[in-house]
């Protein structure tokens, strides 16, 4: 099958110190976009720290000014057309299967299928955030076990505004109360760090100066626990949040994501509803 993806050279950085491995997205031209070269990069990075007995804690962050602007949905390298080794789960190759099909097996790959692997990750995973944790930003922020925010970080969901309901990996009523979670979609207004310390989304706030400092005292005080005791522990809580219907109830709001992709390639442009990364910047600016 030919082959003609243009990926960046790099997509993901990895490093460790010590006992922490730091895991960069490193698109910083597009805010750190993922496209799928970049989500199966994170996958091999998050493995190794995964299996690496040296690596206690992993910080994942993004280079330059921001965390991430959400999927790829606009930029040169962009390569949801084309075929990776599937890794998250049993559905089939989605490149030349017809519409709803195909755009369900990806994102049963892509989206919710690596960010539940990433999840059960058994190792903390601490997100370090500066600048737009938007959208598939958000996906990645909220499968980590903790979030250090810059004081200039913002959240945000627009994608109602494609008259989707919602990211993928839909964890807004667990990562916030309910009616803040309804008023963040609804709107799809930027959510200020203070903001999303004050519901309870963001572990710290810190300077944007002391963001990376922040967040590597917080790696190495955690790094000093047994490493068993933490990956019991992450499990435990994990455990307590599907009992509080996480799993199911991302199951079923996919179904409904599905839908409006499935509306909008029957009534719009596109199966975005015709929102392309330039309208969207506008809307959301």
């Not at 280079?63 to 930029?75: L, N």
């Not at 997100?127 to 945000?156: N, T």
């Amino acid at each position: 099958m030919p082959d003609d993806r243009t990926p960046d050279d790099t997509p993901v950085l990895r490093e460790r110190r010590g006992p922490v491995a730091y895991v960069t997205m490193n698109r910083p031209r597009y805010r750190n976009a993922q496209n799928s070269a970049m989500t199966y990069a994170l996958d091999d990075a998050l493995y190794r720290a995964a299996e690496d007995p040296a690596v206690k804690v992993v910080v994942l962050a993004g280079a330059g000014d921001h965390f991430s602007a959400g999927h790829d949905i606009g930029t040169p390298q962009r390569d949801a057309h084309l075929p990776f080794e599937r890794r998250a789960g049993l559905w089939w190759d989605h490149t030349g299967r017809p519409g709803a099909e195909s755009r369900f097996a990806r994102e049963s790959e892509v989206y919710l299928g690596m960010c539940r692997r990433w999840r059960e990750l058994p190792k903390p995973v601490i997100a370090s955030v500066r600048g737009a944790c938007v959208a598939g930003g958000l996906m990645l922020a909220w499968v980590c076990d903790l979030i250090v925010a810059s004081e200039d970080a913002f959240f945000a969901d627009p994608v109602v505004r494609m008259g989707i309901p919602g990211v993928e990996y839909f964890a807004h009523p667990w990562a916030m109360p309910p009616r803040i979670a309804k008023e963040f979609l609804y709107t799809g207004d930027r959510m200020s760090a203070r903001r999303a310390y004050e519901v309870g989304m963001v572990n710290r706030v810190v300077g944007a100066d002391a963001l990376e400092a922040e967040t590597e005292r917080l790696a190495l005080r955690i790094a000093e626990m047994p490493a068993f005791g933490l990956a019991l522990t992450k499990r435990a809580v994990n455990q307590a949040e599907d009992l509080q219907g996480l799993h199911t109830g991302m199951d079923s709001v996919f179904g409904l994501h599905h839908l409006a992709h499935a509306h909008n390639a029957e009534t719009a442009a596109d199966s975005l509803g015709g929102m392309d990364i330039s309208a969207m910047k506008e809307a959301n600016t």
